[in-house]
């Protein structure tokens, strides 16, 4: 579903419209008063963090310089790896 995100609004803007998945699932979750309605931002903010996981490799390779690309794309997926560890320690 990613792709056709990007097809249609390109990736920049599809990061940018995604945070109102953020915000949104992130409100839900806090003023659910039902499970169920917990549930649905729970998977609001999932179906987020999908999109930008496909969304930022591909937008720091668009970005980046040809010499770089790679320092690049090492450096987000270690960031990813410490705030993972970051968030387990916590």
Known sequence: LTAAYFLRWGRRRTMLFN????IGGAL???FS???WLFDLGRFI???SVGIV???VPSYI???APPEAKGH?????????TVGIVVGIAV
Do not use: D, K, W
């Open 72 to 80: 690049y794309g090492v450096y987000h997926q270690l960031m990813l």
């Open 53 to 55: 996981t496909v969304a």
């Open 28 to 30: 839900i979750c806090i």
């Open 33 to 35: 008063p039902f499970e």
């Open 61 to 63: 390779t668009e970005v």
């Open 19 to 22: 945070c109102v998945g953020f």
């Open 45 to 47: 903010s999932g179906y």
